[in-house]
């Protein structure tokens, strides 16, 4: 840990969950609030049809030896060691993957951004590199813990759009969920790293000294239900067990407020 790194200040005046309205929207982007949840967003049917289109699908591995399955891609996979054209390039494929899952059940990705834009006085749209959309929605299907983390562009991809945003936030939407385990913690310290010209910090792994004594908000995953929180909060997901016979379906992106206050979203 080093020693220049100041202690993050908490910022959030309620560690409840709130309902998605224009002014919670606003308060979670400023980070002054723990998380939004929207009840209900999908029927059980939807859920069902949801996590089994989903298991047809094309789903890929990071590697063999972990479980995370995915559909769709991540930017951050490109950030250190492709080039942003190859990013940019691989985005039709990504969105044709996770269509065809949509075109079996249901589209999560654009019922939220119709229930996004219905808070927002300002447009919301997929994120943009000049005329080129980004891939927003990745599928997941996992119950392996995921280590303590921030997702923060300004810092993470300076070199790209979404370095302009002045607030991150998270959704997931879970078709399935666990038989124990697995809730998510996130830990009101908001990420300020110092940053080396030309060099992006670490972002995965963090320190636990980083979050100690910060306030924090611990839910579960419920399925039907949305979760929004602002992941420039450091976060982590702890090891779940399975349904018998089940895995755990999710989809997510990130929503970024820009300078013009229009949202963008990316995975
Ligand atoms: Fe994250």
Redesign the pocket.
């Known amino acids: 840990m080093s020693a220049v790194l100041e202690r993050a200040q908490p910022t959030w005046e309620s560690t409840a969950e709130h309902e998605l309205t224009r002014e919670n929207l606003a308060l979670l982007l400023d980070n002054r609030i723990s998380a939004i949840r929207i009840r209900g967003f999908a029927t059980p049917a939807e859920c069902a049809g949801f996590a089994a289109a989903a298991k047809k699908g094309r789903m890929q591995y990071y590697n063999v030896s972990d479980r995370i399955g995915y559909i769709g891609l991540a930017q951050y996979q490109y950030r250190w060691n492709r080039t942003k054209e190859e990013f940019l390039a691989d985005v039709p494929q990504a969105r044709a993957d996770v269509e065809e899952v949509f075109a079996q059940s249901f589209d999560p990705l654009a019922r939220l951004m119709e229930r996004l834009q219905a808070a927002w006085d300002r447009p919301v749209d997929f994120a943009r590199e000049g005329e080129r959309p980004y891939f927003a929605g990745i599928i997941r299907s996992t119950s392996d813990k995921i280590d303590l ?1 921030v ?1 923060w562009a300004p810092v993470n991809s300076p070199d790209y759009a979404i370095g302009a945003i002045d607030g991150q936030l ?1 959704w997931n939407f879970f078709a399935e969920e666990l038989e124990s385990g697995g809730h998510t913690t996130v830990y009101n310290a908001p990420w300020n790293p110092l940053v080396t010209p030309g060099e992006i910090p670490k972002s995965y792994g963090l320190d636990h000294a980083l979050v100690e004594g910060a306030p924090r908000f611990t839910y579960r995953a419920t399925a039907g239900d949305v979760v929004i929180f602002n ?1 420039r909060n450091p ?1 982590e997901v702890a090891p779940g067990t399975c349904m018998p016979g089940g895995s755990r379906v999710s989809i997510g992106s990130f929503v970024g407020r820009m300078p013009a206050g229009n949202l963008v979203l990316w995975a």
Do not use: L
């Open positions: 983390h997702d998270g992941t976060h």
